[in-house]
């Protein structure tokens, strides 16, 4: 286990030296999902282990674990998001590579030998993401339309008697 969080990595080096890598990162720190968050309070936690499989390719396989801030979308109230995904990428060098990968394993190809671990863990997080968050059910809302089956209003009722 690395004692202390590296700003940048080399996962090559890592998997070869089958190295754990654990840690926190600040959502406040992750530029690109503010967007999607109604705060950025909050951190990012994941344990990472590099390693070769079976067939000697490098590995990543991990998880991450936070709590995002967001927007409901259907009652436009703040919610808690939770994410708690594992991590299973093998270290390509292109992406031709890709179509041998197995189906429960993602890619990560890599054009520099060095890559920040806060993007990785970032790249992670922004998949997890739903594209539409939404309660399961949602607060009472002052807005919601009442359920009164008896009053409903027809507009075109009156088109009925034009029918005969």
């Known amino acids: 286990m690395l004692e202390e969080l590296p700003l940048a990595i080399d996962p090559l080096r890592l998997a070869h030296q089958h ?40 590995m990543i396989r991990g998880w991450i674990k936070t709590t995002l801030p967001m927007i409901c979308q259907r009652c436009l109230q703040p919610m808690q998001w939770h994410i708690d995904n594992t991590v299973s990428l093998m270290i390509l060098s292109n992406e031709a590579e890709e179509e ?3 189906d429960e394993v993602d890619a990560l190809t890599l054009h520099t030998a060095t890559v920040t671990m806060r993007e990785l863990v970032e790249n992670e997080l922004i998949l997890a993401i ?16 009442s359920d009164n089956s008896e009053e409903k209003y027809h507009p075109f009722a009156a088109l009925k008697s034009f029918k005969k």
């Not at 890598?21 to 959502?27: C, E, I, P, T």
């Open 19 to 58: 190295r754990l890598v654990q840690g926190k990162f600040a959502l406040a720190a992750m530029q690109r999902i503010h967007e999607s968050l109604c705060a950025t309070d909050g951190e990012v936690f994941f344990e990472w282990l590099f390693s070769l499989d079976e067939a000697q390719r490098p």
């Open 100 to 102: 041998t990968l197995p």
């Open 130 to 145: 739903p594209l539409v968050p939404k309660h399961e059910v949602c607060p009472v809302n002052e807005y919601a339309l």
